[in-house]
């Protein structure tokens, strides 16, 4: 057996606790998916999470992702807050789209796909906590903008995306974004990172979102 690399070492830890979390909540681990948040980190970090078995990869800024994507094989989710003018380069580049929170943005995102014959999956984000300082839908405006985005993009809107608030139990932010996702018939809730993936899971994460457990810190 030939040395794991440490990203494949963090990885092993990581499939444990995932499997850990989902076994306490009754579920199948096979309906989490890992995205590994690859920002700040080279491509050839990239690589060696590919060779260690991941496949779907996070990028906050579309920039930056365009430096290390595409790359064959892999999947690339544009999690963070996204500005209008990178709205035709992120439908180009990415396979989905975590951070949907506001009109413009979906026009953006629309004209995109116009122009280039392809619209990534999108996740709606939900500014669960209410915090000023944070991209997202406001909770209060959320029903009638995913109902939008539902009418508008049909089935390539897939689900709800949120970050709770740093200082707070980020449990009952979690069950609040699945219960929103329940309510609208969507399945995919992206929620969960480095420090708090297995309440998400126990919340009914469907895609954690983890960068610092799998490649150190930033
Ligand atoms: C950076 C980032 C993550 C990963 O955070 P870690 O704490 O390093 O796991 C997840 N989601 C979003 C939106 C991020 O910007």
């Not at 980190?41 to 779907?56: I, R």
């Not at 979906?106 to 209410?130: C, S």
């Amino acid at each position: 057996m030939p040395d794991l690399s440490p990203i494949a070492r963090n990885l092993e830890t990581i499939r444990a606790n995932i499997a850990q979390a989902a076994g306490a909540a009754g579920r199948d681990p096979s309906g989490i998916t890992l995205v590994a948040v690859s920002k700040t980190h080279p491509k050839q970090a990239v690589l060696e999470a590919m060779a260690a078995g991941l496949f779907v990869f996070g990028e906050n800024r579309v920039q930056e992702a365009a430096e290390k994507f595409p790359i064959a094989g892999a999947r690339l989710h544009i999690i963070g807050g996204l500005q209008t003018n990178k709205a035709e380069q992120a439908v180009r580049l990415a396979d989905a789209i975590d951070s949907l929170d506001r009109p413009r943005l979906a026009d953006a995102i629309a004209k995109a796909a116009e122009a280039a014959g392809r619209l990534p999956d999108l996740l709606v984000q939900v500014n669960i906590g209410d915090e000023p300082q944070k991209s997202g839908i406001p909770t209060a405006e959320a029903d009638a903008f995913i109902r939008a985005m539902r009418a508008r993009f049909g089935e390539a809107l897939k689900g709800l995306m949120c970050i709770p608030p740093a200082e707070q139990d980020p449990a009952p932010h979690f069950r609040r974004l699945a219960a929103m996702a329940d309510m609208h018939g969507l399945p995919v809730r992206s929620m969960g990172m480095s420090s708090d993936y297995a309440a998400a899971i126990a919340a009914g994460a469907t895609h954690i979102r983890i960068g610092t457990a799998i490649f150190g810190h930033r």
